[in-house]
């Protein structure tokens, strides 16, 4: 901001207390010539912008929506009250909010802002918010707005830091417990009693490895998210290859979805089929078709903010779905009838694929610290979210396996007596939940191909549904081409969330902090990589090979 030409300030009110920001770039580029240790304080401030001009720029935005963060006044979700009013922080003052899809539609394309375009220059997580003083009702905000050379204008507002340490929790237990609980059971049944000792090695070595992000958004200033982190690490290829892979594993839930929907709908109404002249669909095939025609119109919104807000309660969905399991085996005296193998080494690497998925949730990791009132209490949030997260999927995988045993199914749902009410809720819990979440889920990926889209074709939004759309029917035709639940689950932890949960957080971690690292903290990232690299080999090519004997 050093190269301004001219200031401009204006001001804009608040209802709810007394809060001034201000931004004297100016001032401090004038006392930055002084000496040369101000210089470089100076180009350090200036390098978090070289962080949000690469693509994708829409991640830390996207990443927001969909781990519902700091959505206000929802119970302990609840938001700061200086937000309240607005009744969500994605529908708060568009220079003070952190942006929906609708208006990032005109930040964001193209790639670098075109003429006259307003771009927001994220805070740096190092910088400490000014107190905000209370006293009258109403409040002036001082905003100051600097004219560059190239007439492009930006504010440098601070994103402001409110989630609380319980809602932070939330928010973590949100992310880490989605559908990847449905297939515990199904998970031990692969790999036998012992295999599960696997789950907690996991929660351990994935514990660690989200502290380490923190350690690499630390690192300097202008790293939110995991695409930074690969920038900061490897230039703009390591930012690249990191975003296509978040959002190979966005888009790879996204059509265990569709599966998922399949399969329960199915088993709620078994003979229901479709005719079409020639073409017979039999029950799971139409209600994927189904499924994907009610989910299609939520994946056109803009405005997500409400769906947002039903998919926090993705917690509540989980714990239901679990109480039922549990009604079912000991008040409908369903029963314990099998005591299970030790250890199944023939299936193993599937289940290793399976209790690697339960911990895909780094992607978001870094939005819950940037997001944070209270960053320093990161790590406690992390081990409180993995220890509750832990003992539920540990609970459900004991109590799956030891009910329905050797013919546990991929979703532990579809063992569950048709006939009793708890099965019942839970698979209407399990049926309903996905499709709050398909649209939050798809959205990071659509907003990323529509970055690449040249901003005179944006104009149109038949772009934005057309390019939506596709990649909702792509979803199901490859979950009609590989409606194999269980397997593909498999193959996505042991593919993509061995990379972005294990293996990237420490190659970044040693990339980044390399003259700073200790010998312990070397040898743990490189005990975790070969784990990472192990697990991720042998269990991608046992899912594949599963998956292949299975279409034959």
Known sequence: MKNSVSDQSFYIESDDEDERVSERDGEEGNDSDSSDNSSEGS?????????????????????????????????????TPSLSKFGSSFLSSSLTRRHTPE??????????????????????????????????????????IHLRPSSKVSHEIPLPRHSTYGQSVMNGINVLCGVGILTTPYAVQQGGWWGLSILLIFSIL???TGILLRYCLESEPGLETYPDIGQAAFGTTGRFIISIILYAELYACCVEYIILEGDNLSSLFPNAHLSIGGLVLNSRHLFAVIS????????????????????AGGVVASVLVVACLFWVGIVDNVGIHSKGVPLNLGSLPVA??????????????????TSMAKPREYTSVLLTSFAIVTLMYGVVAVMGYSMFGESTLSQFTL????????????????????????????????????ELIPSS???????????????VFSTLFVGLTI?????????????????????????CFLGILRSKVTWLQGSLCIMIIIVGVVSSTFGTISAISKIIENLG
């Open 43 to 79: 180009q350090q401030q200036n390098r978090p912008s070289s962080y949000t001009t690469t693509w994708p720029q829409s991640y830390r935005q996207s990443m927001d929506m969909y781990g519902s963060l700091a959505s206000p006044n929802i119970g302990f979700l609840g938001g």
């Open 103 to 144: 208006v990032l539609s005109n930040l964001i394309k193209p790639l670098l802002p075109t003429h006259g375009q307003q771009t927001p220059q994220k805070q740096s997580s190092h910088s400490l918010l000014p107190p905000i003083p209370s006293g009258r009702k109403s409040s002036i905000q001082k905003i100051d």
């Open 206 to 208: 994935s514990l660690y």
């Open 292 to 311: 994907t025609l009610a989910v299609l119109p939520t994946v056109w919104l803009k405005d997500l903010s409400l769906l947002s807000y039903i998919s």
């Open 352 to 369: 290793i694929g399976l209790y690697g998925y339960c911990y895909s949730g780094h992607a978001v990791f870094p939005n819950i610290y």
């Open 415 to 450: 063992n569950m007596p048709q006939d009793l009410v708890a099965s019942k809720i839970a698979l209407w819990t399990t049926v309903v939940n996905p499709f709050t979440k398909y649209a939050l889920t798809m959205s990071p990926v659509a907003m990323c191909i529509e």
């Open 457 to 471: 074709h944006m104009k149109s939004p038949m772009y934005s549904i057309l390019i939506r759309t596709l990649l």
């Open 483 to 507: 409606p194999f639940f269980g397997l593909v689950m498999a193959l996505i932890g042991s593919l993509l969330t061995m990379l972005v949960t294990l293996i990237l957080p420490c190659v």
